[in-house]
């Protein structure tokens, strides 16, 4: 290896990776603590009085999609309402009364679980939690788009916080049958005569095992394991119901392993293979560590030894941290969208819940959409991009119109009193990062005697879009 991070730099990027942004204050403690001092706080449990203030919303039952529905779910009350089908409003007129208001209801629930989240982050005191929450939402991804409810994304939003620093196990097998996850891979309903393949597909090849490591005969003996699950649509959130006389009754071979399959026997197969444990490192290694530089052979197994046949994330993530690459300058991320806002919202204390209605759907909503990253709708079950490609030019488009609406909610007293010269270093400092490169310097300079402008382009700067 080469060179290594200095202590300063070693825990501001600590702070980074694992929050959303280093404060000055925060920086200064952490280089008086140590690293691996810093490291233990950081995964350690604790109070967080901060993210305890921000519980989630209840968003409710949503309303009857159309006038059609409402009359046919009065008449089958009781009984587990089939998932949403493009022929159930296709055939109503577009100003159906009740189509609309139940469209007005979901994009409310859809704000309101944005905006709540987005609130989390910035609040946190302890960020790693929910920056943890949001890689799991990742590798889990599943979208409001499809799923249509609310509750139920919230709920697995509680999922992947409450269960994501512990047995990996644990946490894949509450996801096989969490509510939005059957409904956007079409898993409610599965049954023995007509198994649908999506989700043992996709828990394999992006949840658990990774692509290679099994074979479409694998996925067939799967979807087998799993059919028999059903959701409970009358139940605020959703509640996934087992029905046995729906299920595969007998014995499945699935990649090396052949029994009368459950979803959690199958999940325990599935997550004791040496292929899962690479997988889940190597997908939360591109996260925190490189996009772009794979882990050596020593530091894999080093780091899924350190995750052990406990699958026990939290040793994981330590192992990573305290690789030799997690402190080589070379290997800096771009900072995905999330992490942008949150991250200078943070920075120049700026809470979502204080800005109009309006601000907050134009810096939060709109700025997202523009990025690529919103919250709670990925675009695919792959989740999101990852690297150079959040840096294009319509992005820097939507990053300037950010970062100028911005500096008109946000408290620039310490820019303001700062002489004009000095105003470039500080707002490093507030930013977290190490140092502005000549060419930023230089633009940063010219605009410093106006507090605004210059804290505006300091926030569209290439050293502020990346990880170091």
Do not use: C
């Not at 942004?21 to 350690?44: C, H, I, Q, S, Y």
């Amino acid at each position: 290896m080469g060179r290594t991070l200095d202590t300063r730099a070693h825990v501001t990027r600590l702070l980074q990776r694992t929050g959303f942004g280093a404060g000055p204050d925060a920086v200064d403690a952490a280089e008086k603590w140590g690293f691996e001092a810093t490291l233990e706080r950081v995964l350690g449990a604790g109070h967080d009085a901060g993210a305890e203030a921000t519980p989630a919303p209840e968003p409710g039952p949503l309303p009857p999609r159309n006038s059609k529905r409402k009359e046919k779910e009065k008449k089958a009350a009781g009984s587990p309402e089939p998932a949403p089908r493009a022929s159930d409003t296709a055939k109503e007129p577009k100003n159906d009364p009740v189509r609309k208001k139940y469209r007005e209801e979901l994009r409310r629930q859809r704000a309101e679980a944005t905006h709540w989240w987005l609130e989390r982050m910035v609040a946190a005191e302890r960020p790693w939690t929910e920056k943890r929450t949001l890689l799991w939402h990742n590798h889990w991804a599943t979208s409001i788009q499809k799923v249509k409810s609310g509750a139920a994304m919230l709920q697995q939003n509680e999922t992947l916080r409450r269960l994501g620093g512990g047995d990996f196990r644990t946490l894949a097998r509450a996801m096989v049958v969490d509510p939005a996850l059957m409904v956007w891979l079409d898993a409610d309903g599965s049954t023995a005569k007509a198994p649908n393949e999506n989700l043992g597909r996709e828990l394999m090849e992006l949840f658990v095992l990774g692509v290679g490591n099994y074979t479409e005969t694998d996925v067939r003996q799967a979807a087998a394991a799993l059919t028999g699950w059903t959701l409970d649509r009358h139940s605020t959130p959703w509640k996934a119901r087992f029905r046995p006389g729906r299920h595969d009754q007998g014995r499945q071979t699935v990649v090396g392993e052949t029994a009368d399959f459950s979803a959690r026997t199958l999940i325990d197969h599935l997550v004791s293979l040496p292929d899962s444990h690479a997988h889940v490192a190597g997908r939360m290694w591109g996260a925190l560590v490189s996009n772009e530089n794979k882990p050596s052979k020593t530091a894999l197994a080093r780091i899924t030894e350190a995750y052990g046949a406990s699958r026990d994330t939290t040793a994981m993530f330590r192992a990573m941290f305290t690789d030799d690459a997690f402190a080589d300058p070379a290997n800096v991320l771009v900072k995905q969208p999330v992490e942008y806002v949150v991250g200078s919202l943070r920075a120049l204390g700026v809470r979502p819940s204080k800005l109009p209605d309006k601000a907050r759907e134009q810096l939060l909503t709109r700025t997202l959409a523009g990025l690529g990253q919103v919250p709670f709708a990925p675009e695919s079950v792959g989740g999101w991009p990852a690297g150079a490609a959040w840096l294009t030019t319509s992005a820097a488009q939507v990053r300037i119109g950010f970062a100028q609406g911005l500096v008109k909610h946000a408290d620039l007293g310490d820019v303001e009193d700062a002489p004009a010269k000095e105003r470039p270093d500080l707002l490093a400092r507030v930013l977290g990062v190490g140092a502005w490169g000549d060419a930023t310097r230089g633009v940063l300079n010219a605009a410093a005697r106006d507090p605004h402008k210059v804290t505006a382009l300091a926030l569209t700067a290439p050293e502020h879009l990346v990880l170091s």
